[in-house]
């Protein structure tokens, strides 16, 4: 039986995707090669490279207007290094609003002061921090789009006289925004997008080169500009199947149609959730996440019949991180409304057995 996924990551992708990149391993493009054993210097890889980076353009609508796409690897963890040390030269700004901005703030620290805008730890992240006023100065303002672990999500950026800078990992391609708002954007794939292995760097070219400190090569975004993507051996198979992940989406209708979709699987389970006696959301109201929706019993003793229940209904990844405790429900763009669907029967089915 296949299961419904819920985890928050590696994430649920296509059946399509899976069906067309199961085939790839075996033989991809009729070459009597598999994927795994091509060249990345190939034509046929060279191709899915070029697509994959066009493609990301194209859906977050920055299509000629100075950005370059890069799948570089070393996940949102090597981007929290990167990011600091091609653009901060002085002092950036940091919106703490949970474990991966925590993180990145780490990094950041060991190229210049750091300023955090504002932070929500104080109630263990779990609403979005408003109305903070910035500094002049900045060399940017790096925010979280969204929050896995504690399912939260920003849903008005602020206007900025700086570089705007946004980790959207979990959130990538899955709700209309102004995207040419960011100056660089980055996505581990695995979230939302692919396999793990890659990560999206969107980045507006012209934001470089303003820092002093020599960078090197495999850290310098001038480097994976130059070379598109290919300054070192790419992977090969996370990139394709991120592709393929992409074409899915564009023939879906893009991010203005898959967003309906997610407002609605979204809009099923909080629902149940807010009409349900047995549970309680974590997050604040109004910075509820579409991609990862936090949640707990309000009986601890029906902890074991929940479990059981979920699980013979073929549900998978429910469990909330340590951080949070209780449940958590990722419902990436590729998460159908029927598998939501399962989700909320239990819980009914739950309340009415209680």
């Not at 070393?74 to 993180?103: R, V």
């Not at 790419?234 to 074409?247: D, E, G, I």
């Not at 309000?298 to 979920?310: I, N, P, Q, R, S």
């Amino acid at each position: 039986m296949k299961k419904h996924n819920f985890s928050a990551g590696p994430c649920i992708l296509p059946q399509e995707v899976f069906q067309e990149a199961s085939q790839a391993i075996l033989d991809f493009n009729n070459s009597g090669l598999s994927i795994l054993e091509i060249s990345h210097r190939s034509k046929d890889f060279v191709d899915v490279m070029d697509e994959a980076r066009n493609l990301a353009l194209e859906l977050l609508g920055l299509e000629g207007l100075g950005y370059k796409a890069l799948f570089l690897q070393g996940g949102a963890s090597t981007q929290f290094l990167m990011t600091a040390y091609n653009l901060l030269q002085t002092k950036a700004g940091y919106l703490n609003t949970g474990t991966w901005s925590d993180k990145s703030i780490k990094e950041a620290k060991l190229f210049g002061d750091i300023i955090e805008v504002a932070s929500s730890k104080d109630a263990n992240y779990k609403y979005i921090p408003k109305g903070f006023v910035l500094p002049e100065g900045l060399d940017y303002l790096h925010l979280t789009s969204n929050n896995t672990i504690f399912g939260t999500q920003i849903k008005n950026f602020p206007e900025v006289d700086c570089p705007l800078i946004c980790d959207m990992s979990s959130d990538i391609f899955s709700r209309k925004l102004d995207f040419s708002k960011f100056d660089l954007i980055y996505a581990g794939a695995q979230k939302n997008m692919g396999p793990a292995g890659t990560t999206l760097v969107v980045i507006r070219e012209d934001i470089l080169g303003k820092v002093t400190r020599a960078i090197p090569s495999m850290l310098d975004y001038k480097t994976h500009i130059s070379k598109g993507s290919m300054f070192n051996t790419p992977s090969v198979y996370a990139v394709y199947v991120s592709m393929l992940t992409m074409r899915w989406l564009k023939a879906k209708g893009g991010i203005d149609a898959i967003e309906e979709i997610n407002d609605r699987k979204a809009g099923l389970l909080y629902s149940e959730i807010e009409l349900n006696p047995l549970f309680t959301g974590f997050a604040a109201k109004e910075d509820r996440s579409s991609m990862n929706a936090t949640f707990s019993l309000t009986d601890g003793d029906l902890k074991e019949t929940f479990d059981a229940m979920w699980k013979e209904a073929g549900i998978n990844g429910l469990n909330g991180h340590r951080s949070v405790g209780g449940y958590r429900a990722s419902m990436y763009n590729a998460m159908s409304l029927e598998s939501v669907g399962t989700l909320v029967d239990v819980m009914s089915e739950l309340e009415r057995k209680a």
